[in-house]
Structures are given as C-alpha cells and as structure tokens.
C-alpha cells in the first residue's frame, strides 16, 4: 500500500465549479499535513498547510480526519489559474521527511 | 517568502558522465536540504536529506557512491550524479529547511532537468 494515496483524476471542471480532492495516509504517526500545488514541470508550492481543526484560505478549504487518516482539499470557485496538479503530503512524527502523494490533477475549462 | 535556487536548470550529458547541481538558499540559512526525484507522473521521492557539516542521509535503495551530496555551507548543497545513465534522467529539485519566526517551511528550489542520452 502506498503511504500517500490520491486519486489522480484528471478532474475537468467548468470555471465556478467547486471541486474536492482526498487523500489518505497509511502511517498513524504522521504529525504534519499539507496540501502543494505542482504546475507543469516545475517544483511544488506550498498551497496551505492542514490543521486537526480543518482551515480555509479565500477559496480552499482543507479538512483532516486523523482517526481515518484522511485529508481532503475543496475548491470553491474554480478559476483556470488553479489547473494544476495538487500534492497531498505528510511528515511523519519526529523526522524531517515530507512525504509526496502521486498528486490529483485538474483542469479547469472555460 | 524565502528563495531557493538551483543551477542549473536542465542539463543534457553523455553516457557515463558526471554531473553536479547546485542547490542554494538565498535568503536564510539551511542547515537541513533535501534531495528528491520525480520521474514522469510519478511523486517526488525523497533520495537523501543534506546536513552542513556531516554526511548526508540516504533513504532505502538510493546508492550514495552514485549520488554524492556536499553540503559545505549553510546555503549550498551540491548533488553529484556520477557516471549517469539513461535512467538517471530525471527532475531533481532540492528543497531547504526554514526554521524561521514563523515556524519551520520547507521551501523548494525550481528543479532540474537531466537528460542522458
């Protein structure tokens, strides 16, 4: 089983739409989670970080279940600037590793 | 935020030659960068954390006499393919550890293409 799963769509969304990603981790010692924005060959950019208590930022909402070991991203809103690939990740408890899902592409159409 | 840089930014090379990238942090100091590759639709896999002044630590199955790590200074590691092959093309992005006021971030360097024919 691979220790970050994500679905890797892709999602094709109109713009406005709203749209969720999930995530599941299999290591119960992750401590830290978050969600990265890759676009086409570059390196990824931190999106937001996700807390026990859920968080939003402006259109992104993140929510983490730690008793499924699940994490989820919704996007309200959807522009065509946010067409790209989102990376779950997860750093486990006293180490420095992040560790990368495979990421859940998405394409957001006029 | 904080600006991490790499050099360069693609490279093309032979068969069996070596080949150095170079991972800077710009604006703060990193005692702690990290090596990872990302093939083609695949996630980045983390290859080795670089520490200032100590070897670098390999995770499972990376060969550290193949990819050799210098981490000199506290905002430069290096990461040395040597004697690439086909296989080893891939895109190699480092990342450096912020441990600023706000927290620590990792924060990534542009990446680098390698390409071997």
């Known amino acids: 089983r691979k220790e970050v799963e994500q679905d890797p769509g892709p999602f094709n969304v109109p713009e406005g739409a709203t749209v969720a990603f999930n995530c599941t981790y299999s290591n119960s010692a992750s401590q830290s989670f978050f969600w990265y924005r890759q676009d086409c060959r570059k390196e990824p950019k931190l999106l937001m970080s996700v807390y026990s208590s859920g968080n939003e930022d402006g259109r992104f909402t993140a929510q983490l279940n730690r008793a499924s070991q699940y994490i989820s991203l919704l996007i309200r809103d959807s522009k065509l600037s946010d067409s790209a690939t989102y990376l779950c990740?997860?750093?486990?408890?006293?180490?420095?590793?992040?560790?990368f899902g495979t990421g859940t592409r998405l394409q957001v159409f006029p | 935020g904080a600006v991490v840089s790499q050099h360069p930014s693609w490279v093309i090379c032979k068969s069996g030659t070596s080949v150095k990238i170079e991972c800077r942090s710009l604006d703060f100091q990193a005692t702690t960068m990290f090596w990872y590759r990302q093939f083609p639709k695949q996630s980045l896999m983390l290859m080795a954390t670089?520490?200032?002044?100590?070897?670098?630590?390999?995770e499972q199955g990376v060969e550290k006499d193949k990819f050799l790590i210098n981490h000199a200074s506290l905002t430069l590691s290096t990461l040395t393919v040597t004697s690439a092959h086909p296989e080893d093309s891939s895109f190699y992005i480092c990342s450096a550890r912020d441990m600023g006021l706000v927290g620590e971030t990792q924060y990534f360097g542009p990446g680098t293409r390698l390409l071997v024919l």
């Open positions: 670089s520490n200032e002044g100590s070897k670098a630590t390999y």
């Open positions: 990740v997860v750093n486990w408890l006293r180490t420095d590793k992040l560790i």
